[in-house]
């Protein structure tokens, strides 16, 4: 059983004005198994959350801490958190021209693992995953991103926390520029890896969509950099129908 602990996070992003806080005291506290879906207006935090979470270095942490099973990784560079157990699926994926999928991922699964994988079962590994996400074999040999479709990005997205297996996987507003077909697809790829792994998942989004494919555990509800309120699935049935302005001021 894994924990992932946010603890009063103060998070400031630098702009051409100098440094601006975003983040204004998040709580969350996300278990092994469970499904957390972050929702919130437009400027609210969710996306620099997500990033401080996973070290982004544009996004400096002022206060508080992030514990990943008791320790606090808010020292860790990016690749030490995602060696700790952290995956971050991003909402606008980069393309990385020259570097095909196939040396990415495996490229990405040693640097985790300290030790290459032996290279026939790897293989299996990579085909047999992409064959679940309805990905073309040759989307391996591909660069990572170029030209890639709104969909192709995401359903990579996926493949990425397949294939490494993290302990905890924070995901962008994964369903932005999907149509109904992808969505589904990429969907079934996180509940799988959920049910197979016991994956905790931070699942950032506007629209309850998605949430008729993943279905959450617990829902927050996130305005002006912190949690504003927090329940079950029904409370997304509640934004959905109401939206957020009875959070503007709310605090919890």
Request: overall charge negative; aromatic content about 6%; hydrophobic content about 40%.
């Given at each position: 059983?894994?924990?992932?602990?946010?603890?009063?996070?103060?998070?400031?992003?630098?702009?051409?004005?100098?440094?601006?806080?975003?983040?204004?005291?998040?709580?969350?506290?996300?278990?092994?198994?469970?499904?957390?879906?972050?929702?919130?207006?437009?400027?609210?935090?969710?996306?620099?959350?997500?990033?401080?979470?996973?070290?982004?270095?544009?996004?400096?942490?002022?206060?508080?801490?992030?514990?990943?099973?008791?320790?606090?990784?808010?020292?860790?560079?990016?690749?030490?958190?995602?060696?700790?157990?952290?995956?971050?699926?991003?909402?606008?994926?980069?393309?990385?021209?020259?570097?095909?999928?196939?040396?990415?991922?495996?490229?990405?699964?040693?640097?985790?693992?300290?030790?290459?994988?032996?290279?026939?079962?790897?293989?299996?590994?990579?085909?047999?995953?992409?064959?679940?996400?309805?990905?073309?074999?040759?989307?391996?040999?591909?660069?990572?991103?170029?030209?890639?479709?709104?969909?192709?990005?995401?359903?990579?997205?996926?493949?990425?926390?397949?294939?490494?297996?993290?302990?905890?996987?924070?995901?962008?507003?994964?369903?932005?520029?999907?149509?109904?077909?992808?969505?589904?697809?990429?969907?079934?790829?996180?509940?799988?890896?959920?049910?197979?792994?016991?994956?905790?998942v931070m699942l950032i989004t506007h629209y309850t969509r998605i949430l008729n494919y993943i279905k959450p555990d617990h829902v927050h509800v996130f305005v002006e950099g912190r949690v504003a309120a927090q329940g079950g699935p029904e409370l997304a049935d509640q934004l959905?129908?109401?939206?957020?302005?009875?959070?503007?001021?709310?605090?919890?």
């Amino acid at each position: 059983m894994s924990t992932l602990e946010i603890k009063n996070l103060h998070v400031s992003v630098e702009t051409n004005e100098g440094p601006k806080p975003i983040l204004k005291g998040a709580d969350l506290t996300i278990g092994s198994g469970e499904i957390h879906a972050i929702m919130g207006p437009n400027g609210s935090g969710k996306s620099t959350l997500a990033y401080a979470v996973a070290g982004h270095p544009k996004y400096t942490i002022t206060d508080g801490e992030v514990l990943l099973d008791g320790e606090n990784i808010v020292d860790m560079t990016a690749d030490e958190r995602a060696r700790a157990g952290l995956f971050l699926a991003m909402q606008y994926p980069v393309e990385v021209p020259g570097v095909t999928v196939s040396n990415f991922l495996r490229t990405a699964k040693t640097a985790l693992t300290g030790e290459a994988p032996a290279l026939r079962h790897w293989v299996g590994d990579v085909k047999d995953a992409m064959g679940k996400l309805r990905m073309d074999p040759d989307f391996a040999q591909r660069d990572v991103n170029h030209g890639f479709s709104g969909g192709e990005k995401k359903r990579h997205e996926i493949l990425q926390m397949e294939l490494l297996k993290p302990k905890f996987a924070v995901l962008d507003e994964t369903d932005s520029g999907l149509d109904v077909d992808a969505l589904r697809v990429v969907s079934d790829g996180v509940n799988r890896v959920h049910a197979e792994t016991g994956l905790g998942v931070m699942l950032i989004t506007h629209y309850t969509r998605i949430l008729n494919y993943i279905k959450p555990d617990h829902v927050h509800v996130f305005v002006e950099g912190r949690v504003a309120a927090q329940g079950g699935p029904e409370l997304a049935d509640q934004l959905e129908a109401e939206g957020y302005d009875k959070y503007a001021s709310a605090k919890v």
